[in-house]
């Protein structure tokens, strides 16, 4: 089953950045994974999140506030 990975974030070129990264890891570890982009800012605050970028796996948030880097996003994936 795939995993499924959102970016949080109003569309910003720090949350593009963020998916780009997200997508290299996923091509990187070669799993199966789905990334979508949530900008509904409701949607984000109804998360708890007040920092984006933000990234969540599988429903949960993982990283708010920052880019990773290629290494902390491969971590991330990893657990």
Do not use: F, N, W, Y
């Not at 995993?3 to 974030?9: A, M, N, Q, T």
């Not at 569309?11 to 963020?18: D, N, R, S």
């Not at 900008?39 to 998360?47: A, G, K, T």
Request: glycine content about 8%; charged content about 30%; some cysteine.
């Amino acid at each position: 089953m795939a995993r499924k990975i959102e970016v949080l974030g109003a569309g910003c070129p720090k949350c593009k950045q963020t998916i780009k990264i997200m997508e290299m890891a996923v091509q990187e570890l070669g799993i199966d994974a789905v990334i979508e982009k949530v900008q509904d800012i409701d949607e984000i605050i109804s998360r708890g999140v007040v920092a984006t970028p933000a990234v969540a796996i599988d429903g949960k948030v993982v990283l708010s506030g920052k880019i990773p880097t290629l290494d902390e996003a491969k971590a991330l994936l990893s657990k």
